[in-house]
């Protein structure tokens, strides 16, 4: 090993740049294949409906699932707007 | 009562046959009635890794259609008279195994063995499914690189949900982390995954560790699971992952790097 290469080893090792991309994938691929197919098309039209009432972005929902051993749990999340700027 | 092991990876060429080889004869040594089967029908391979593919007359499939017996199809294994290996068909047809008839045929296998391992073929199809549709424990083999780790995971979400013990709600398949072509050298220069990052990573029992090993291909040359060649490093591992799976208290090995400054310099193996 020569004095150069002892040097670059003080940088990332690639064995650890390995595991955070697979952290991040599995995690990802865990939660797309546990989720109901219906998750999409559910988000999409409450949207539609919080819409009609609340000016709200299409990012304002958030919609999770969540599974253990003895329950599903389905999550809503709405960020309505801030009132202060609703004001005209 | 019998148990059915799967050996199981989603990805090919990570060591499922030569896991499934050598931890059947280590069952069988340790004096367990066992039976190996090779689920990868078309490309059969077990045969020769366990040195009996001039005595295979009758196959997996044969069973299955009637056209053979069990008994008929079953080779005894020339090292271990508790070894039996029921060889793959070479068959092109895929839709030769149902999952009515794989059934059927470990049925009748559970009444005379007490360990029935499943050597599965690659990827996730259908030979790979009925491989592990039966099973009581899976051996998840994993090379510490990242396309097997997530083949891995993969497997693990479809043993939790298309077993026949989840169809059935049964107690989930039990299953076991076997992390083979390890090279302790590379993890401590930082070039390969860890046990631990593995473990973070898939969240599995850990059962032991293989050593990257000359000892493997010479196993697979000579047709002799590597698990007889006793002084070899990869074999010792083997042998220790049997003893685990048994019950017995083995610290692990094979994790560390070992060489020591001498051996390092006289670059001895």
């Known amino acids: 090993m020569s004095l150069l290469d002892y040097f670059k080893s003080s940088k990332v090792s690639s064995a650890s740049l390995a595991k955070e991309r697979l952290q991040i994938l599995v995690a990802h691929e ?59 | 009562m019998a148990r059915i092991i799967v050996v199981t990876s989603g990805k090919g060429g990570v060591g499922k046959t030569t896991t499934s080889a050598a931890i059947a004869m280590g069952l069988a040594k340790k004096g367990h009635k066992t039976a190996v089967i090779d689920f990868d029908v078309g490309l059969r391979n077990l045969d020769l890794i366990m040195g009996c593919e001039r005595r295979v007359v009758y196959d997996f499939v044969n069973v299955i259609n009637g056209e053979a017996t069990l008994n008929q199809a079953l080779i005894r294994d020339k ?29 009748e296998l559970k009444k005379d063995f007490k360990y029935i391992v499943c050597d599965s073929p690659a990827g996730i199809e259908k030979g790979a499914h009925l ?14 690189e990242v396309s097997s780790v997530r083949d ?77 060649d006793e002084k070899s490093d990869a074999g010792q591992a083997y042998g220790d992952i049997v003893a685990r799976y048994l019950g017995e208290n083995r610290p692990h090995r094979f994790i560390d790097d070992q060489k020591g400054f001498f051996r390092k310099f006289f670059g001895s193996k």
Do not use: W
């Not at chain 1, 546990?34 to 949207?47: F, I, R, T």
């Open chain 2, 79 to 107: 090292n271990c008279n508790l070894l039996y290996i029921l060889p793959a068909s070479q068959t092109r047809d895929k839709e030769a195994l149902s999952q009515e008839g794989v059934g059927r045929v470990l049925e």
């Open chain 1, 30 to 88: 865990r939660s797309s294949l546990n989720q109901p197919s219906y998750l999409p098309q559910l988000q999409k039209e409450l949207l539609e409906v919080i819409q009609k009432y609340v000016n709200v972005g299409q990012d304002a929902i958030s919609v999770s699932f969540e599974q253990d051993e003895n329950q599903e749990t389905l999550e809503l999340n709405i960020t309505l707007p801030d009132l202060i700027t609703k004001k005209p």
């Open chain 2, 152 to 228: 891995s995971d993969r497997m693990l979400g479809i043993l939790a949900s298309k077993s026949y013990r989840a169809e059935q709600n049964l107690e989930p398949i039990k299953e076991y982390l076997l992390l083979t072509r390890y090279s302790p050298e590379r993890v401590k220069l930082g070039e390969m995954l860890s046990v631990e990052d593995v473990q973070d990573i898939l969240s599995l029992h850990l059962l032991g560790v293989i050593p990257e090993s000359k000892s493997v291909l010479n196993a697979s040359n000579s047709g002799t699971p590597v698990i007889l």
């Open chain 2, 131 to 144: 491989a592990m549709y039966f099973a009581d424990d899976a051996f998840v083999v994993t090379n510490p």
